[in-house]
């Protein structure tokens, strides 16, 4: 129902602003990824909103993003992860983030997130398999976008080598490489 909000920013209490529009404050909870991006108190501001009716409550969800938005949205859609927890996820990490860690399969890296155990971890790499990378655009991958490059960091990851190096190995290889051609150059290249 509302998708967007512009107004002027009144004030900011993490994770909670209150944004006037139109003479209408309204109370808006935004990840921290959005609030450490906010101008200054006064300035107008426009935010990518989500929009949740319950028995209880009537709660407004904003992003500076529209990637944001969309993890947001499909975090929600997952048995067990609500708004709050949802909100703690793109806190503790950036979609760019999130996505790598989905497409290296790293739920360790998720369990890095207050309130996130290991089983909610391993449930959302399952879920948010081959979904994440798909439904944001212009959000790379970094180096994983095919699945066989996926296939190769995460084989580099269980062989021990760090994400980092991982990703940045498959991204050196050419696009049309196979599986197990890939991870033999990957780990010629990572040897040196």
Do not use: C, W
């Not at 512009?6 to 209150?18: H, Y």
């Amino acid at each position: 129902m509302i998708g967007r909000i512009r107004g002027k920013l009144i004030e900011k209490n993490p994770p909670q602003l209150l944004v006037d529009a139109g003479g209408v404050g309204y109370e808006i909870d935004v990840p921290m990824s959005t609030f450490y991006n906010l101008p200054e108190i006064g300035a107008d501001v426009t935010l990518l909103t989500h929009f949740v009716v319950r028995e209880d409550a009537q709660l407004l969800y904003g992003f500076l993003t529209a990637a944001e938005r969309s993890v947001f949205r499909l975090l929600i859609k997952i048995s067990g992860i609500g708004a709050r927890t949802a909100l703690s996820i793109l806190s503790g990490m950036t979609v760019q983030m999130l996505a790598q860690a989905i497409a290296a399969q790293d739920s360790a890296m998720l369990t890095r997130i207050p309130g996130i155990g290991k089983k909610t971890a391993e449930r959302l790499v399952l879920e948010l398999k081959g979904k994440l990378g798909a439904d944001l655009e212009g959000v790379s991958l970094a180096g994983a976008q095919s699945e066989t490059k996926s296939d190769i960091v995460s084989a580099l990851i269980a062989l021990g080598y760090s994400e980092r190096d991982s990703i940045a190995a498959a991204k050196r290889l050419p696009e049309d490489i196979s599986v197990s051609e890939g991870i033999r150059q990957a780990l010629k290249s990572l040897s040196h």
